[in-house]
């Protein structure tokens, strides 16, 4: 029964550069998932495109790739585009997103259960318990805990402990021996769901702005209404390739100026 299951919202963070129905296909599996638990409901999906500040080579402006989300999305009912993260002047940490996002969904929640017949939200009185806020990511995710300078310990204690993490399968990755070679995931192992994706689909974005660039069609990859965009403000060309060429990842030069740890002393 939904109302003895805890409310849920799937949060999404990355370039989105540009976004892909595979980006897309991983909230429908995830909430395929955390459904069959039986102990969830999935209330919401919210895409969060990294701000310009991030210096990724190849990185295409957030107006653009705002847009793109927003149009891809359009035949979505439950999952939405937040501009938050995309307008910050500077790269902001994931886990600050999530405070950022989980304050905003239970202030939501608060008024909803304060005013029940005059909310629109879809958090409304589905449980008696608060909702939750998950990190929802590919497989690949996992592996970037253990780059080198990339996280502080004590926010991968957050996202993982605090919040929770929903990881997809992506090609021959194996999300599980990354859990497993971290102490600090595996003590989290119960809050990180793991879900097998069972039509294999290794669509990534680089490969996309590549066959862009090389004028081969990405019809099938992308909603129609993405790759109309993109041709209509020339993205993905060698120009916007080179955009950031030789910078280092904001994420690096920013948690530099912090001692870094190993995840797993």
Known sequence: MANRRVPLVLLACGSFNPITNQHMRLFELARDHMHSTG?????????????????????????HRIAMAKL??????????????????????????????????LNEYEQSTGTHNNSSSNITHLSSTSPQLKLLCGADFLDTFKVPGLWLDEHVEEVAGRFGLVCVSRGGL????????????????????????????????????????????????????????????????????????????????????????????
């Open 72 to 105: 891809a999305l359009q035949s979505s009912n439950w999952v939405t585009v937040d501009e938050w993260e995309s307008q910050q002047p500077d790269w902001t940490e994931t886990v600050v997103t999530m405070r950022y996002h989980y304050g905003r969904i």
């Open 174 to 265: 194996q999300p599980e021996q990354a859990v497993h070679k971290s102490d600090m995931l595996s003590r989290h192992q119960r809050n990180i769901f793991l879900v097998r994706e069972w039509v294999r689909n290794e669509t990534s974005a680089t490969e996309v702005r590549r066959a862009l660039r090389q004028g081969l069609s990405v019809k099938y990859l992308l909603p129609d209404s993405v790759i109309e965009y993109i041709h209509q403000h020339n993205l993905y060309t060698e120009d916007s390739e080179r955009r950031n060429k030789g910078t280092v990842l904001r994420p690096l030069t920013k948690q530099a100026q912090q001692p870094v740890k190993s995840l797993d002393d």
């Open 39 to 63: 102990q969830y409901q999935v209330v919401g999906g919210i895409v969060s495109p990294v701000s310009d500040g991030y210096g990724k080579q190849g990185l295409v402006l957030a107006k």
